[in-house]
């Protein structure tokens, strides 16, 4: 049985139950253990790792990333996951499971910065890397054996420990024969976990899971699917693409193949973002277009500057909120030409505003851009807009102040917070 120590990367015996080279009990075994090549990357509790990094005395205390008491949790480390808590809950909930819980404020460039770090070793390793989030990826590591004189798996037992190293986080991997393997693999052992499935023990492994467990089964489809009697995905599995289709609509065969762990995705460097967004919680509800305009704004700007980061323009623009019972609203926006430029941004997404301010009290308020364009293709100015051109020119002036002397060294008043 192929063996691999992962904190020495050597192969190891078999029969060992330590590594005779370092003495660690952190083996990984399997048939297929050097011979797979697709991994899923996923950081343990990202923004929550980065903050214990640099702050070293809340090693052992749970720690929250997150909003004011009426935000979300954006992280939370393992040690406050263990009371329950989890991304996406609302923070009023988290701290009434973890009340000793240290919450901190998001610092979103200093978590951009370090997966940049882990980005790059990323691509030295393959050329092959598909990211899926701020601390997710996956890669394919087919044919770089020659290259780093290793089978993937050591390879990839080197990557986590320079991850370590160099960015100072933990990471999970998952190494199975496909994309979607991969990822629910790299569940199954965090974190700083190493975990492995072949194609011969898929369809074992998956039959008794729930189908919650397969990405793109939500609650509205789980419910669906169990209404009609398919709990587990060996259930699924089992049907043919035929009586899936019949039974599920064009997406059932799909569904079927999936619960089988049949993925034939290709691991794709090119896939195109389809949007990018920025949203904000508020500390107390809203209701009027004068106290959302600001916020809106504020997020206009954020936008435009994570559009220009990626070198990406808006073709359109999306309108979020939430209402303070928790119902979602959107509106959305074709423009005219694609932009990037905080003004044009917020000039759109203020019309759709108006048509939503009718006394009901909001929660949050977002913005996104959607569809995408290439940035070269932005505030060109034509007839029907001659000064498009002059507000992106404005607006350089105005980011080149701010990296300069700082982000409060120019500001429109419209964007500022009341006192």
Not at 197 to 222: H, K
């Amino acid at each position: 049985m192929p063996t691999l120590c992962r904190d020495c990367c050597r192969e190891a015996p078999a029969y060992r139950p330590t590594c005779p080279a370092c003495g660690s009990r952190r083996l990984v075994r399997h048939a297929e253990l050097f011979t797979l090549t697709v991994a899923h990357i996923d950081c343990d509790a990202f923004y929550a790792s980065i903050e214990k990094r640099d702050r070293p005395e809340l090693l052992a205390k749970p720690v929250i990333v997150g909003g004011g008491k009426r935000g979300v949790v954006s992280a939370a480390c393992y040690l406050a996951r263990t009371t329950g808590v989890r991304s996406a809950m609302p923070m009023f909930k988290a701290l009434r499971l973890c009340p000793d819980a240290v919450v901190i404020k998001p610092e979103m460039a200093k978590y951009v910065a370090a997966a940049r770090q882990i980005r790059e070793l990323m691509e030295a390793l393959t050329p092959l890397v598909q990211p899926l989030s701020i601390d997710e990826a996956v890669l394919d590591l087919r044919g770089t054996e020659a290259l780093h004189r290793a089978p993937p798996a050591i390879t990839l037992a080197r990557f986590a420990r320079e991850v370590e190293r160099q960015v100072g986080v933990t990471i999970s991997i998952g190494l199975a024969p496909n994309r979607l393997l991969a990822k629910l693999t790299a569940e199954r052992d965090k974190p700083r976990g190493f975990a492995v499935l072949g194609a011969a023990e898929a369809a074992a492994w998956l039959a008794p899971q729930p189908v919650s467990l397969l990405p793109g089964v939500g609650p509205a489809l789980q419910r669906r699917l169990e209404a009609a009697g398919f709990t587990r995905l060996g259930q699924l599995a089992a049907l043919d693409a035929r009586e899936a289709l019949r039974r599920f609509g064009e997406d059932g065969p799909s569904l079927a193949a999936r619960a089988r762990g049949e993925d034939s995705r290709p691991v794709d460097p090119s896939r195109e973002m389809k949007s990018i967004s920025a949203e904000t919680t508020f500390e107390h509800d809203l209701a009027t277009a004068a106290a959302l305009e600001a916020p809106l704004w504020r997020l206009c700007e954020k936008l435009g500057r994570r559009l220009r980061e990626k070198g990406l323009a808006a073709s359109g623009v999306v309108l979020k909120l939430k209402t303070a019972d928790f119902r979602q609203r959107t509106r959305n926006l074709r423009l005219p030409v694609p932009s990037l430029v905080p003004e044009t941004l917020f000039a759109a997404a203020r019309g759709l505003l108006a048509k939503e301010v009718d006394g009901t009290a909001f929660r949050l308020i977002g913005i996104g851009a959607q569809p995408l364009a290439p940035a070269a293709a932005a505030d060109r100015g034509d007839l029907a807009d001659p000064e498009a051109p002059r507000r992106m020119a404005r607006w350089r002036a105005m980011e080149a102040l701010r990296a300069r002397f700082g982000d409060g060294a120019v500001a429109l008043g419209r964007g500022m917070k009341p006192r």
